[in-house]
């Protein structure tokens, strides 16, 4: 018997449920600020028992030069605030080139159960897509 398996960025699963899309966007106010990611109508919360691998991040910036990096932390602060409560830094600062254009990078990282993946800008409004498999 044949089995189908589906690629999300460098994992490979045989469990379509397993897959996970979440959204970051930081309209900054000023550079630093946090906004933990979503899944629908709140943030993303890591279940109990699972790992989420991110294997992609689609991303954009309003202007060339915006940056940011994908971390976790211990809660939900919503979009544009203040830090978390014990950020976990996971990924190199991401620059996009030219504003209004989109820019995908494959990459591996962990979010443990539990926590709350979020995105800090460190410039300008940033968007991103992270997308990865929970198991």
Same mark, same amino acid.
């Given at each position: 018997?044949? @089995?189908?398996?589906?690629?999300?960025?460098?994992?490979?699963? $045989?469990?379509?449920?397993?897959?996970?899309?979440?959204?970051?966007?930081?309209?900054?106010?000023?550079?630093?600020?946090?906004?933990?990611? $979503?899944?629908?109508?709140?943030?993303? %919360?890591?279940?109990?028992?699972?790992?989420?691998?991110?294997?992609? @991040?689609?991303?954009?910036? $309003?202007?060339?030069?915006?940056?940011?990096?994908?971390?976790?932390?211990?809660? $939900?602060?919503?979009?544009?605030?203040?830090?978390?409560?014990?950020?976990?830094? +996971?990924?190199?600062?991401? %620059?996009?080139?030219?504003?209004?254009?989109?820019? %995908?990078?494959?990459?591996?990282?962990?979010?443990?159960?539990?926590?709350?993946?979020?995105?800090?800008?460190?410039?300008?409004?940033?968007?991103?897509?992270?997308?990865? +498999?929970?198991?």
């Amino acid at each position: 018997m044949p @089995v189908r398996s589906y690629g999300v960025g460098w994992a490979t699963t $045989d469990t379509p449920g397993e897959l996970v899309g979440i959204h970051g966007e930081a309209n900054s106010g000023g550079a630093g600020e946090y906004t933990t990611c $979503d899944r629908g109508a709140s943030g993303y %919360q890591v279940p109990v028992g699972k790992t989420f691998y991110i294997t992609s @991040v689609i991303f954009s910036g $309003d202007a060339a030069g915006a940056r940011f990096f994908i971390g976790y932390g211990d809660n $939900d602060v919503g979009v544009s605030q203040p830090a978390p409560t014990n950020p976990v830094p +996971i990924t190199a600062e991401l %620059q996009c080139g030219a504003g209004d254009t989109t820019y %995908q990078v494959m990459l591996w990282a962990s979010v443990p159960a539990g926590k709350y993946p979020f995105i800090r800008c460190q410039t300008s409004v940033v968007k991103a897509h992270i997308v990865g +498999i929970e198991v």
